[in-house]
């Protein structure tokens, strides 16, 4: 049986794999890159194509981190219905998540229109609703990865609930790939051989399958010729190319590639994923899934590097919840491992089970390599990595910052980045939106050891935060030398920072001795926690991301106007702030309502579906939930003036929900339904708001 950490390490691996494949392939996608072009631009690939200050969202890597959540919101075998409940629960209609290219031509956007419209999963993906054109695009495969690492060396069970998950759009040969990927993936934490993958995936799909049929052509050419690829791939464009098959995107095409990839790369990661992205077609999407694949195969070695090191152990996504959009590589495979454990009846660790719904983050650098995002800036002089060395409590992992010949005033940070603004970013891909990971009254506590080689020891740190707009650098205590040879613990409390959000919390070094110094200073056991407060004014806010900085958003209209955020919408809109794990809180907003019939604040959002609201709804003051449908809490009569400010006080602690208008408390209800969430702005109606000052107490 395969250990905890055994199971943790291979997700890790698949997950650095799938990013890896994502990151290579995305600069020629198709259709403008086509094979030659490829080939004569580029020749062998050897290495990153392009170079990203971060990169940004992508559909293949948002699919597996959001999509897997029907197993935490619903049950651990979900259904087609829940996980299409996942799909409208946390993407934003027309931005984000997956290619939005327009109903009968993109699969989930045509798939996600359906279930709007009423028309449930798996009908909702199915050939008998959209036809096979549309239900056998790659979709089937590009987004189930999850679906395979939560089910270690069950390859039949991976194939099970990746077809019902890919149901919700797919169909048909839709349906094959995502077995056949799950089930590849679940096999690999023990498979011994790429044949024995193949053999797993093969086993899960109908013999007289095009997919199986695909496939095994691959196969037979590689056994023909096996040190030739190429001519495995004009096998492929002669017998199974895009001329043969209808949509923008077939699986079939892909599924050829797939396996050409996985077959000729012999088991290594850099060399799949390279061969992945030079056949062309959907490079970004075969690349993420071999590297998925053997990933989880190879596991992690020093040759990733040079594909590794830029990956930083951190990813973006752009779903509607900000704060998960920042998604820390160990933490999500963590939880992807302990949902494992749980899918299987086996206890998990307390602590990962803790961090599942964490106010804050945990980073223990235990996975061999594991960075967490940490960077540096302000000098060259500063290189980060890895350590297994012992650390306070007996645990090992550290992050390593290498001091190299710092001269006397010389300086530099370490930082981690809790809150990204579009300027952080080189390109638009998948358009990503963001909440900030921490708040201000947090308290951030970590450890750090020196390891002096030369000089004479004048080295000393001081914890610090920087604020999003600004820029401000704000040091946090008193500069202190660390003691050489041992570990000395470091904490704060994240300061108010006037309003502006914090996008680092990290360590400034600096050296004043009079000899040149080399040598190491460890960082471990770096951890965010408690209960934090928020003041947003939108005068110190910009526009961005189609929306207002520090916030996602799900339709309608929102823009900055005269210092306040406007919204105006024509059917339902939400904008949303904080972190999905805050509690017990009291929200303070200022609104006028300008027209329409609904201006609601919302409480533990989890999603577009799944919420409480207070606020104004149809000539009432009112209490609802929102779970795919809406029960009124409670309500009162309340006439209200279009144009006036109110002042709003929402607070949620425990199951108990309380309304107060300009300091008269006006509703009381009790609900256990949502534990924790978001808050956000929503009209549930045709309308238009205002919103001042913003502010977000929380208790726990």
């Known amino acids: 049986m395969l250990s905890p950490s055994d199971i943790l390490f291979r997700i890790y691996s698949g997950f650095l794999g799938k990013a890896i494949g994502v990151r290579l392939g995305a600069p020629v996608e198709p259709t403008i890159w086509t094979y030659e072009r490829i080939r004569d631009t580029y020749g062998e690939i050897t290495g990153y194509l392009r170079d990203f200050t971060n990169f940004a969202a992508d559909d293949d890597t948002n699919g597996p981190v959001y999509f897997i959540r029907a197993m935490r919101d619903y049950q651990l075998r979900p259904t087609p219905r829940e996980v299409a409940k996942t799909w409208l629960n946390y993407a934003a209609e027309d931005h984000g998540m997956y290619w939005w290219g327009g109903y009968g031509r993109s699969t989930e956007h045509t798939a996600y229109l359906n279930l709007r419209a009423g028309i449930e999963a798996p009908r909702s993906g199915s050939i008998a609703q959209n036809g096979a054109a549309i239900a056998e695009q790659i979709g089937g495969q590009i987004f189930i990865d999850s ?90 464009a002669r017998d199974w190319g895009y001329d043969r098959y209808p949509g923008v995107c077939h699986i079939i095409p892909n599924a050829g590639v797939l396996a050409l990839a996985i077959a000729y790369g012999e088991g290594d990661l850099c060399r799949t994923v390279e061969i992945a992205t030079m056949c062309g077609w959907d490079t970004d999407c075969n690349a993420g899934n071999a590297g998925a694949v053997i990933g989880t195969f190879q596991g992690v070695t020093d040759g990733w590097d040079k594909y590794r090191k830029p990956i930083n152990d951190m990813l973006v996504t752009s779903g509607v919840t900000g704060a998960l959009n920042i998604v820390d590589i160990p933490s999500f495979a963590r939880e992807l491992t302990t949902l494992a454990l749980q899918l299987d009846g086996r206890e998990a660790p307390a602590e ?120 401000t650098i704000e040091e946090v205590g008193a500069w202190t030398q660390p003691e050489a040879g041992a570990w000395t613990s470091v904490s704060f409390v994240v300061p108010d920072a006037d309003g502006e959000a914090v996008d680092e919390i990290g360590l400034r070094i600096e050296y004043f001795g009079r000899l040149k110094f080399l040598g190491k200073l460890h960082l471990a056991n770096f951890e965010v ?92 003051a009112v209490i609802l939930k929102e779970d795919f449908g809406t029960t009124v809490l409670a309500e009162t009569d309340f006439a209200v003036e279009h144009g006036r400010s109110y002042a709003l006080e929402a607070t949620v602690e425990g199951d108990a929900i309380r309304f107060a208008v300009d300091g008269k408390p006006l509703l009381e209800a009790r609900d256990d339904s949502f534990a924790y969430g978001q808050c956000g702005i929503r009209m549930g109606a045709p309308g238009r708001i205002s919103v001042g000052v913003i502010e977000i107490e929380e208790r726990s």
């Not at 050891?449 to 000089?455: A, C, F, V, Y």
């Not at 017990?584 to 609601?600: F, Q, R, V």
Request: aromatic share 10%; net charge neutral; hydrophobic share 40%.
């Open 147 to 236: 679906w395979g690492w939560v089910n270690p060396g069950n390859p039949q069970r991976a194939a099970e609930m990746s077809a019902t998950a890919a149901s919700v759009a797919h169909d048909g040969e839709g349906l094959n790939g995502a077995r056949f990927v799950a089930a590849m993936i679940a096999a690999a934490f023990e498979a011994k051989s790429v044949d024995a993958l193949f053999e797993s995936g093969l086993a899960v799909i109908p013999a007289n399958s095009t997919y199986a049929a695909v496939v095994n052509a691959v196969l037979a050419q590689r056994k023909a010729a096996p040190g030739d690829w190429r001519a495995c791939r004009d096998m492929l």
């Open 352 to 471: 990962w089970v803790l961090d599942m719904t964490r106010r804050g983050v945990r980073f223990d650098f235990a996975l061999p390599g594991s960075t967490h995002g940490f960077r540096t800036a302000g000098t060259n002089q500063l290189e980060l990595g890895w350590s297994d060395i012992e650390t306070v409590g007996g645990t090992k992992g550290a992050l390593e910052i290498l001091i190299d010949r710092f001269e006397r005033g010389h300086s530099g940070n370490v930082f981690w980045k809790p809150f990204y603004r579009r300027a952080d970013f080189d390109d638009e891909r998948y358009r990503p939106m963001f909440s900030p990971l921490v708040a201000a009254g947090q308290t951030v506590a970590f450890d750090v050891r020196l390891e002096p080689w030369e000089g004479d020891g004048h080295l000393r740190v001081v914890p610090y935060v920087r604020r999003t707009m600004s820029k």
């Open 529 to 620: 926690s408690g209960p934090g407060r928020t003041r947003i004014d939108p005068a110190n806010e910009v526009e961005e991301w189609e929306a207002v900085s520090r916030f996602t958003w799900n339709r309608g209209y929102w823009r900055l106007e005269d210092g306040r955020i406007t919204g105006l919408t024509a059917s339902d809109a939400d904008i949303w702030t904080g972190h999905l794990y805050a509690r017990d809180l009291t929200m303070h907003a200022d609104i006028h309502p300008e027209a329409g019939a609904s201006h609601l604040l919302t409480l533990r959002a989890q999603g577009t579906g799944r919420f409480y609201a207070v606020g104004f709804e149809n000539g009432k």
